[in-house]
């Protein structure tokens, strides 16, 4: 992998490298297969790991992908779904997963699959189609994502399904609006102090989310949960632009 690297650097400076890797646990992987990837990733060699945790159900997916998403990392883990042999059902139960937890996205193994009914599935629950891609623009990603993030909390404001006492309400909607213009800012602007603008705003941001949803973690905790890796998956946006330079 390091000589990919080096071969590709001086032919082609900057472009990005991704390896599809076992999503086996790290001590498995180095005894039977000797494929220690996240040493790529502390020595700087890719920029993308694609897993391939591929699973006949969402418990087993889950199990293989969670331990490997714990620790946050400075470059994107990209779970798989083997699309091969699942049904409509089980195909939407392992998207959503993904979506729930700290990931940029998902890979879809393989097009010789993605027959009509998946491509049903993915226009009814993915969302609209964007042309902004992650790895080419992290900052603007990251706002869209944002944004996506507060409408989300905004519905549930005004549905009476987010549990919050008045006074945290109120800084809770300032603090996020705070972080919404400084993810503007570095997309409209993605200079250096811009970028450190919003990484700055961010941490401090999740470093209150629990204590100002206290009393919605009690109510539900996998919600939470999932808001809380939303908000990581925007740090590793961040972090991912600022290791390639996309912030002059």
């Known amino acids: 992998m390091r000589e990919v690297r080096e071969w590709i650097d001086s032919r082609r400076p900057g472009l990005t490298l991704s390896t599809s890797v076992f999503a086996y646990s ?16 502390e020595e700087g060699i890719i920029d993308q790991v694609v ?3 591929y699973a006949e159900d969402t418990n087993r997916l889950e199990s293989l992908v969670r331990p490997l998403l714990a620790t946050p990392s400075p470059i994107p883990i990209i779970p798989s779904v083997r699309l091969h042999d699942l049904d409509r059902t089980n195909v939407t139960d392992q998207l959503q997963a993904l979506r729930d937890l700290p990931t940029m996205g998902y890979a879809l193994f393989a097009t010789a699959a993605l027959s009509s009914e998946v491509e049903q599935v993915l226009r009814q629950t993915q969302g609209g189609s964007s042309d902004i891609l992650p790895e080419r623009e992290p900052f603007e990603m990251a706002r869209q994502r944002y944004e996506l993030l507060q409408t989300e909390w905004e519905l549930a404001v005004r549905s009476g399904n987010l549990w919050m006492d008045d006074d945290d309400l109120l800084q809770w909607r300032g603090r996020t609006l705070m972080l919404a213009e400084a993810f ?4 409209q602007s993605p200079t250096a102090d811009n970028l450190a603008l919003a990484q700055a ?9 629990d204590s100002l949803l206290r009393l919605q973690g009690l109510r539900d905790s996998y919600q939470v949960q999932t808001w809380r890796n939303r908000l990581l998956t925007l740090e590793i946006l961040l972090n991912y632009g600022d290791r390639l330079g996309f912030a002059p």
């Open 201 to 209: 705003t961010l941490q401090a941001y999740r470093a209150d989310f």
């Open 184 to 187: 503007t800012l570095l997309s």
């Open 26 to 41: 790290t001590h498995e992987r180095i005894h039977k297969l000797q494929q220690h990837w996240e040493a790529w990733i």
């Open 51 to 53: 897993l391939m945790s």
